[in-house]
C-alpha cells in the first residue's frame, strides 16, 4: 500500500502517512508547521483520493467538504461511520416497511 507524502511547493516532503491514524497525527503536527501545505492536498483532493486507494472510501466522502486543517481534523476525528442498516436477528420484527403491513393482499375469488 503506497503512502501519502505531504508535499511543499518545492516537492520537499512535509509528513507521510500510511494508514488513517497516521493521517490524523500527520495532520495535527502540520496544521502549525505548514497549514498551507495541508490546505493545497485537500483543495487537489489528494487525500480523498488517497483514502479511497487504502479502501476508506466513506471517509474520503466526508473529507472532500473540508478546506482547512481544522475541518479536515474534525472528519478525522468522529468515530467510523455506520451507514448500513442493522438487519434484524431471528425474533427480532423488522421496522422496514415490508413488515408493517404494507404488503398488499390479495384474496380469491371462487366460481361455482
Known amino acids: 500500500m503506497?503512502?501519502?507524502y505531504f508535499?511543499?511547493?518545492y516537492y520537499c516532503i512535509k509528513g507521510v502517512a500510511h494508514d488513517r491514524k497516521e493521517l490524523e497525527s500527520e495532520l495535527?503536527?502540520?496544521k502549525d508547521l505548514d497549514p498551507g501545505c495541508v490546505q493545497y492536498h485537500l483543495g487537489q483532493?489528494?487525500?480523498s483520493n488517497w483514502l479511497r486507494s487504502i479502501g476508506e472510501a466513506d471517509l474520503a466522502d466526508r473529507l472532500e467538504s473540508a478546506v482547512t486543517v481544522d475541518q479536515a481534523l474534525a472528519i478525522l476525528s468522529k468515530p467510523?461511520?455506520?451507514s448500513r442498516t442493522k438487519k434484524p436477528s431471528a425474533g427480532e420484527k423488522s421496522s422496514s416497511p415490508r413488515s408493517m403491513g404494507t404488503a398488499r393482499q390479495t384474496t380469491r375469488k371462487t366460481t361455482k
Do not use: G
Open 80 to 82: 467510523k461511520s455506520t
Open 2 to 4: 503506497e503512502p501519502f
Open 45 to 47: 483532493r489528494h487525500i
Open 28 to 30: 495535527k503536527r502540520l
Open 7 to 9: 508535499r511543499s511547493y
